[in-house]
Nanobody, 119 residues
Framework: QVQLVESGGGSVQAGGSLRLSCAAS????????MGWFRQAPGKEREEVAR???????RYPDSVKGRFNISKDNAKNTWYLQMNSLKPEDTAMYYC?????????????WGQGTQVTVSS
């Protein structure tokens, strides 16, 4: 079971940027799908970005054009660059990885990092 450690969360004003990092204990090139999710209090966990082994990416409309997922296989790390942050982006953010393809992902989760955006 791969271990994941997120970092980079914090507090920022609306319009600001943050970059989250997810460091994996195993070689990420062996994993088919990597993603970022978030969960706000009282809401369900939602996916905000994913990238496949081939480098294809997917974002929901709520973050498209503002968030960008990238990965560094040499560092076993992937990132979520978040720009033009809004108060509604406030949530606990989790990275996740799957050894199965994205379309049938079976996620392993990190512990989460808090992002708070103030207006």
């Amino acid at each position: 079971q791969v271990q994941l450690v997120e970092s980079g969360g914090g507090s920022v004003q609306a319009g600001g940027s943050l970059r989250l990092s997810c460091a994996a204990s195993a070689y990420i090139y062996m994993h088919y799908c990597m993603g970022w999710f978030r969960q706000a209090p009282g809401k369900e966990r939602e996916e905000v970005a994913r990238t496949s082994l081939s480098g294809d990416t997917r974002y929901p409309d709520s973050v498209k054009g503002r968030f960008n997922i990238s990965k560094d296989n040499a560092k076993n790390t992937w990132y979520l660059q978040m720009n033009s942050l809004k108060p509604e982006d406030t949530a606990m953010y989790y990275c996740a990885v799957s050894i199965t393809p994205c379309y049938r992902a079976q996620w392993s989760w990190g512990q989460g990092t808090q992002v708070t955006v103030s207006s």
